[in-house]
């Protein structure tokens, strides 16, 4: 099971972060977002920060800004959590290898809640390298907010998923519990924050402990 946080800003937090055994650091390019960022901090001193895998958060982005950022702070992954058409994806992907950019990852984002219909996904497989169930609000995640896991039992595509939406700490005998064969990491954010982009290192220590991740 792999380990992505998102809604990282500051840069001691980002260094005591990677201490842990996590798998990605989530960065937001979405200006509404409280966890927005500008500058990725490239702790030039660390091997670690520069070998993990850093995902770009983007909601219905232009498609030159996100280029632009993927070459700005070497990004892994682009993430997708608005209304992008599986064309939109086309045209990214497209663009990318255009530029010659590096090997780049994408994801996309579906926000779940009691009505949600999985099919709406099928557009996106073979286009997507994973999705990513968010509980449905307002606003595009970080709301702390969860949805009922039961409704992944729907989900039949075949494209490898993450799960988001108010993962707390408290919800580790859930996560075990998760026998989804397409199931394949966390995405934790808010539950896990003193203030928003500022998280509790510790807290997610005992988080990844207790899941055996240590």
Not at 87 to 116: A, G, H, M
Not at 189 to 195: A, H, P
Request: net charge neutral; with cysteine.
């Amino acid at each position: 099971m792999e380990v992505k946080v998102c809604g990282m800003r500051e840069t001691d937090n980002i260094r005591d972060l990677i201490q842990l055994p996590i798998d990605y650091i989530g960065f937001i390019f979405y200006k509404k977002s409280a966890r927005y960022v500008e500058l990725i901090p490239t702790l030039k001193d660390s091997k670690r920060f520069k070998n993990i895998k850093k995902v770009g958060v983007f909601v219905n982005a232009e498609i030159d800004f996100i280029l632009n950022t993927i070459k700005k702070f070497n990004l892994n992954v682009i993430q997708l959590h608005g209304k992008e058409t599986p064309q939109y994806l086309r045209d990214l992907k497209l663009n990318c290898k255009r530029i010659n950019l590096p090997t780049i990852e994408f994801w996309k984002v579906f926000s779940i809640d009691d009505s949600f219909d999985f099919n709406e996904t099928k557009p996106y497989e073979q286009l997507a390298d994973k999705f990513l169930f968010d509980t449905k609000t307002p606003q595009h995640g970080g709301s702390g907010q969860k949805f009922n896991w039961d409704l992944l039992n729907n989900y039949t595509g075949q494209t490898p998923f993450f799960l988001s939406g108010g993962i707390s700490i408290a919800d580790t005998e859930g996560v075990k519990n998760v026998q989804h064969p397409q199931f394949w990491g966390l995405d934790v954010n808010s539950k896990f924050e003193i203030t928003p982009a500022l998280k509790d290192i510790q807290m997610l220590h005992s988080f990844l402990d207790t899941l055996g991740l240590l």
